[in-house]
T-cell receptor
Framework: GAGVSQSPSNKVTEKGKDVELRCDPISGHTALYWYRQSLGQGLEFLIYFQGNSAPDKSGLPSDRFSAERTGGSVSTLTIQRTQQEDSAVYLC?????????????FGQGTRLTVV | GESVGLHLPTLSVQEGDNSIINCAYSNSASDYFIWYKQESGKGPQFIIDIRSNMDKRQGQRVTVLLNKTVKHLSLQIAATQPGDSAVYFCAENENQGGKLIFGQGTELSVKP
């Protein structure tokens, strides 16, 4: 597609349930990022994939959070046993990666509400 | 995880005036910086970038200034328009390809 696509756009889930958020990056982009944004706040880094390198998971807030990127393209962020504090907008971005070409293009985000 | 600041500062300007949005970054090893604009309900959008070997870069109505001595970045918007109303974030990058770390956002409000 022309841009970064995220699905679903909105997700309401019950506390304790698992959720999966999907990100389709721009074709050819080797770098993929996940960020979390709580209401009225900035972007919190979660995880970064670059090519075939081991992902940088330093931003994941707990072991309930995990992410994978299959075939160097689509990525899934999984949150297990969701808690109310997980409610936020989850943003995915992709970039060409490497060198100076690190301009990241963002998707519209998935708004997660845990009730 | 690494996080940005809470309680976003706000800047209110009159339409037609110039706006200056500031950002302090923390990593002296960062070598690439980007400004993003985020409108309500949307993902951040790229505005302008600058490399650490530069101290100024101009775009259309926007200028970014970089002061590496004090680790400070600013975004200047000329002749601010109502459509410029948004939250503005700076982001830093280390080692030409590492993860992007976002700074504290600033909410810009343009009064007609």
């Amino acid at each position: 597609g022309a841009g970064v696509s995220q699905s679903p756009s909105n997700k309401v889930t019950e506390k304790g349930k698992d959720v999966e958020l999907r990100c389709d990056p721009i074709s050819g982009h080797t770098a993929l990022y996940w960020y979390r944004q709580s209401l009225g706040q900035g972007l919190e880094f979660l995880i970064y994939f670059q090519g075939n390198s081991a992902p940088d998971k330093s931003g994941l807030p707990s072991d309930r959070f995990s992410a994978e990127r299959t075939g160097g393209s689509v990525s899934t962020l999984t949150i297990q046993r969701t808690q109310q504090e997980d409610s936020a907008v989850y943003l995915c971005a992709s970039s060409l990666g490497g060198g100076w070409n690190t301009e990241a293009f963002f998707g519209q985000g998935t708004r997660l509400t845990v009730v | 995880g690494e996080s940005v600041g809470l309680h976003l500062p706000t800047l209110s300007v009159q339409e037609g005036d110039n706006s200056i949005i500031n950002c302090a970054y923390s990593n002296s090893a960062s070598d690439y910086f980007i400004w993003y604009k985020q409108e309500s309900g949307k993902g951040p959008q790229f505005i302008i970038d600058i490399r650490s070997n530069m101290d100024k870069r101009q775009g259309q109505r926007v200028t970014v200034l970089l002061n590496k001595t004090v680790k400070h970045l600013s975004l200047q918007i000329a002749a601010t328009q109502p459509g410029d109303s948004a939250v503005y974030f700076c982001a830093e990058n280390e080692n030409q390809g590492g993860k992007l770390i976002f700074g504290q956002g600033t909410e810009l409000s343009v009064k007609p």
